[in-house]
């Protein structure tokens, strides 16, 4: 069915900067929105941004807005979330998620397909 493969975290230092991808696949892939979502130890998981594959129109959780950036490459069925101003707070795995709704969802409920989430600690 429809895979969702995140790459690109890692550790890096306060204040540093990360990029991860999340590409979608599969016989027939369909989703109106693609989310970013992220869980640390302990920790509910949290909605971190969303990203319309058509318009491009974004929403972000208070916690990252002005720090980071999704954006969506539709040819290569890509998603990307930009890191900047990174804080140990953003320690997490982080997960993207795929959802046909047409309005905005922030809710992990709502998200019909996941990947397997890549791995972001930020240390001091």
């Known amino acids: 069915q429809v895979q969702l493969v995140e790459s690109g975290g890692g550790l890096v230092q306060s204040g540093g900067s990360l990029r991860l991808s999340c590409a979608a696949s599969g016989r027939t892939f369909s989703g109106y929105r693609m989310g970013w979502f992220r869980q640390a130890p302990g920790k509910e998981r949290e909605f971190v941004a969303v990203?319309?594959?058509?318009?491009?129109?974004?929403y972000y959780a208070d916690s990252v807005k002005g720090r980071f950036t999704i954006s969506r490459d539709n040819a290569k069925n890509t998603v990307y979330l930009q890191m900047n101003s990174l804080k140990p707070e953003d320690t997490a795995v982080y997960y993207c998620a795929s959802t046909d709704t047409i309005r905005v969802v922030t809710t992990p409920g709502k998200y019909d397909y996941w990947g397997q989430g890549t791995q972001v600690t930020v240390s001091s």
């Open positions: 990203i319309s594959w058509s318009a491009g129109a974004t």
